[in-house]
C-alpha cells in the first residue's frame, strides 16, 4: 500500500492553513496523509508505516511493540482504552469508521478520521490494520470535491476538460446545451471539431499554446458555429488555463465559456447607433451654416463622405413652375450642385463629370421620389438600364466600385427640392435599414436648410415687424432703481428669437425684474416669448411671491403648449433693501457689491416654464445701498466651444469694472463679450438699487 505523500501536511497546531477550498493536484494521497499501523491482539502496535510516523511524530523504535494506547489521550475515568475499543471494534465489525482525538509525540491533541479491519498474519495470528488521516484535511478534501461536483451540475457558465490532444473528456450540460449537440457526442472528440471558427486557425493555435505552453487566456472572444446550431453564430467569452498534470493526473487544458452572442450583438448595434448619432450631430452643425444653395449641398457631401459612404452627390430638380405637380411619366431634369468621392477613378468622373441630369420616366429617382422616403437599390445592369440614360455614364457607374446606392429625396414643408445620392463600395458594410433611415434624416435636414433659403426673404419682413412689437418699448421708472437694458439678436436667420426682459412697477416702491428665454428662434419663438411677456406682467402686477408668479407662468406655459422656456423672476423692496429671487431653469443672477466684488445670487434652480409638476422656490438677498444687479440670457455667457463657467466668471470680471454710468457699462460688456456673428439672442439688464 502507498501511505507517502509529497506535501507533507502542517503540524497540528502550527501556522499553515490552506483552507476550506483549494485546487488538489496530484492524487488523493499526495493531498491527504495516510498514516497506516497494525495493532496485534494484545492491543500493541506491530505495524508503523512512514505516513504514521508523520502524522503521530513517532518513530518506529518508539511505538513498536508497545501498547497502542499510546497513541490516544487518556480517556476519561470509567472509559474503555481508545486503542483497545478502535481494536476490538475493528475485529467484530470488520469494517470500523470513526473520528477520534489522538496525541501527538509532541503532546498535542488533534482529531483524525480512522478506517480500521481486521487481517490475518502468516502465523494466523489476527492483526486490526488502521488508516488515519487528519479530520481537516479529509473535510478539505470533501468540501472540494462537493464544491466541483455542484459546479459541474449547477454552474450556469460552459466548463470544460480537454486532453493534451484536445479532445473533450468532461464537460457539464450547459456547454452540451449551448453546442446543441448531447454531452456524450462531445467526449473523445478534438473541441474545434465542435467549435467550428472561421479565423484560418487563431482558435487552435490559441488552444494548443495554452496545452504546451502552459499560458493562459481570459475572456478572449470567439465567432463560431456547431453542428448542432449550424445556421446560428455565435460569440464566446473563452478562459483557458493549463491542466498541471501533477502526479497522476492527465495533462490538458481547462475552460470556461460563455455565450454573448446577444452581448456583443447589443454593443455592435449600440456602436453603430452611437456612430450614427454622432454623424447626425455633427451634420446638424455642419450643414445649413448659411442661406446658399451650394454652400449648404457641399455641406451635406462633406457630412457623409466619408463616414457614411464612399461617394455622394446632391442635385436638385429643375421645375418649370414652381407649383408644378411631380408627374413620373415624364422625364426628369436636374441640377448637380455639389458631390464628392473618396474612390479612385473612374468614380472621380462619374460624380464630378455632369452638371445636368436627365432621368427618363421608370427610373429609380422617379420611384424614390413617388415613395417619398429613401430607397436602396444595388448597381446592377437593371438599375443602370432603367436609370442612366446614357450608355458611357451607365458603364462608368458599373465600373466605378459603388455597389449600392441610397437615394433620398430632399423634400421640406412638402416641397420636393431635389435629391441626394450615397453609394459604397464592396469593401464597406452593405447599407443596412438604419442607413436608410439615416440617409433619410440627413436629407431631411439638408432639404429644410436648401428650403430656408427659398423662404427666408418672404418671412424676413414678417419676422422684423414682430421682433419690434413684442419687446418692450418703455420699461417702469422707479428713483429707487436706475436702469440699463440690451437687447441684440443673433444672426440675420435668427433675429427673431425668444429672449425677452420686463421690469415692472409693484405697490410700496418695490419693482420687479424678469428676464426669460423661450427656446429656440423665429416667428414661433418670438410669438410665444410675447405671451409670456404680457402675461408675466399682468400677473407681477397682483403681487405674488416670485416663486407663485413662476408657479402661475408654468400653467399658462403647459396650457398655451409653450414647451421649454427659462424665466427668471427677482423682487426688490427699497424699503428693506432686501430681494427675492425665484428661477426657472434660468442662469442666475449676478449682483456687484460696492466695494467692487461680484457675487451671484438665488442659485435656486428649478425646472424650465411648460415641464410642469415641480414645485418653485425661491431666495433671499439683502442688497446694499449702489449694489448693481446683473440679470442676462445665456447668450451672453454660452458660447460654442466655451464652457458657461468660463462665460460666467468673464462676465463677473466685466461687472467688476463700473465706473462709468449703467448704459456705458452695458455697452462695453456686450462689445467685450459678444463676437460679431452671435448665433443666440442676447439680454443683458443691469439695475443700481438705492434704499428708500
Keep these: 500500500m502507498h501511505d507517502e505523500w509529497v506535501v507533507p501536511a502542517a503540524r497540528p497546531g502550527g501556522a499553515e492553513d490552506p483552507g476550506p477550498i483549494r485546487s488538489e493536484p496530484g492524487s488523493l494521497l499526495e493531498r491527504v496523509a495516510v498514516a497506516v499501523f497494525g495493532i496485534d ?13 508523520s502524522l503521530f511524530g513517532h518513530e518506529a523504535e518508539e511505538v513498536l511493540a508497545r501498547p497502542a494506547a499510546h497513541l490516544f489521550p487518556d480517556p476519561p475515568a470509567g472509559e474503555p482504552d481508545t486503542a483497545a475499543h478502535l481494536a476490538e471494534r475493528g475485529r467484530t465489525l470488520g469494517y470500523w469508521r470513526v473520528r477520534l482525538p489522538v496525541r501527538h509525540r509532541d503532546g498535542t491533541v488533534f482529531d483524525c478520521g480512522f478506517r480500521v479491519f481486521p487481517v490475518t498474519g502468516s502465523g494466523g495470528d489476527s492483526v486490526v490494520m488502521g488508516l488515519a488521516s487528519q479530520s481537516k484535511e479529509l473535510d478539505r478534501v470533501k468540501t472540494n470535491l462537493a464544491f466541483l461536483d455542484a459546479l459541474f451540475e449547477t454552474c450556469p457558465i460552459g466548463l470544460v476538460m480537454l486532453d493534451e490532444d484536445l479532445r473533450y473528456v468532461h464537460l457539464n450540460q450547459v456547454l452540451a446545451d449551448m453546442d446543441g449537440l448531447p454531452l456524450q457526442d462531445h467526449l473523445g472528440r478534438r473541441m474545434t471539431d465542435i467549435m467550428i471558427t472561421s479565423d484560418d486557425g487563431a482558435y487552435q493555435r490559441m488552444l494548443r499554446s495554452v496545452a504546451e505552453e502552459g499560458r493562459s487566456v481570459v475572456s478572449a472572444l470567439v465567432g463560431l458555429r456547431t453542428p448542432g446550431r449550424p445556421d446560428r453564430d455565435q460569440v464566446r467569452s473563452v478562459s483557458l488555463f493549463p491542466l498541471s498534470g501533477a502526479g497522476d493526473t492527465r495533462r490538458g487544458v481547462g475552460g470556461l465559456l460563455v455565450d454573448v452572442t446577444d452581448r456583443e450583438q447589443a454593443l455592435l448595434d449600440a456602436t453603430a447607433a452611437r456612430q450614427r448619432l454622432a454623424l447626425l450631430d455633427r451634420a446638424a452643425a455642419r450643414i445649413g451654416t448659411t442661406l446658399d444653395l451650394n454652400v449648404t449641398a457641399r455641406e451635406l457631401v462633406d457630412a457623409a463622405v466619408p463616414d457614411f459612404c464612399d461617394g455622394a452627390v446632391v ?20 441640377h448637380r450642385i455639389a458631390s464628392g468621392t473618396v474612390l479612385p477613378p ?26 417619398g422616403r429613401p430607397l436602396l437599390v444595388p448597381v446592377n445592369e437593371e438599375f443602370t438600364t432603367r436609370t442612366v440614360a446614357h450608355r458611357d455614364r451607365a458603364r462608368l457607374l458599373l465600373d466605378s466600385g459603388l455597389t449600392s446606392l441610397v437615394i433620398a429625396p430632399l423634400i421640406a414643408r412638402g416641397t420636393v427640392q431635389g435629391i441626394t445620392l450615397f453609394g459604397r463600395s464592396a469593401a464597406r458594410t452593405p447599407f443596412t435599414e438604419q442607413d436608410l433611415r439615416l440617409a433619410g434624416e440627413l436629407a431631411s435636414r439638408a432639404a429644410l436648410c436648401l428650403d430656408n433659403a427659398r423662404l427666408y426673404s418672404r418671412v424676413q419682413d414678417i419676422a422684423l415687424t414682430l421682433q419690434r412689437a413684442l419687446l418692450p418699448n418703455a ?35 418695490r419693482v420687479a425684474l424678469v428676464v426669460g428665454d423661450v427656446m429656440g428662434h423665429g416667428v414661433p419663438a418670438a410669438a410665444s416669448m410675447g405671451r409670456l411677456r404680457i402675461t408675466a406682467k399682468a400677473l407681477a402686477r397682483r403681487n405674488p411671491e416670485p416663486e407663485d408668479l413662476l408657479a402661475e407662468l408654468d400653467v399658462f406655459a403647459r396650457e398655451s403648449g409653450i414647451e421649454l422656456a427659462t424665466c427668471l423672476c427677482l423682487r426688490y423692496d427699497p424699503h428693506t433693501g432686501h430681494a427675492r429671487i425665484a428661477n426657472a431653469g434660468h442662469p442666475p443672477p449676478l449682483v456687484r457689491l460696492p466695494d467692487g466684488t461680484v457675487e451671484t445670487i438665488g442659485e435656486v434652480l428649478g425646472v424650465p416654464l411648460g415641464v410642469g409638476g ?8 439683502d442688497l446694499p445701498e449702489g449694489a448693481v444687479l446683473a440679470l442676462y440670457t445665456d447668450g451672453l455667457v454660452e458660447a460654442r466651444g466655451q464652457d458657461i463657467d468660463a462665460g460666467l466668471d ?19 460688456i456686450l462689445e467685450r463679450r459678444l463676437p460679431d456673428t452671435a448665433t443666440d439672442d442676447t439680454v443683458l439688464v443691469l439695475a443700481r438699487v438705492r434704499r428708500a
Design 346 to 371: 473612374p468614380a472621380v468622373e462619374l460624380v464630378h463629370g455632369l452638371e445636368w441630369v436627365t432621368y427618363p420616366p421608370g427610373s429609380g429617382i422617379h420611384h424614390t421620389l413617388s415613395a
Design 650 to 668: 468673464a462676465l463677473r470680471e466685466e461687472l467688476r469694472d463700473c465706473s462709468g454710468t449703467l448704459e456705458e457699462t452695458a455697452d462695453r
Design 475 to 509: 420699461l417702469a421708472v422707479s428713483p429707487y432703481v436706475t436702469l440699463a437694458h440690451r437687447y441684440r439678436p443673433g444672426s440675420r436667420l435668427t433675429e427673431v428669437g425668444g429672449d425677452w426682459y420686463d421690469v415692472i412697477s409693484l405697490p410700496g416702491d
Design 41 to 53: 491482539g494484545h492491543d500493541r502496535v506491530c505495524y508503523w508505516g512512514p505516513g504514521a510516523r
Design 315 to 334: 442635385e436638385l430638380v429643375e421645375w418649370i413652375h414652381e407649383t408644378e405637380p411631380f408627374d413620373p411619366e415624364l422625364p426628369l431634369l436636374t
Design 614 to 621: 415641480v414645485p418653485f422656490r425661491s431666495a433671499g438677498a
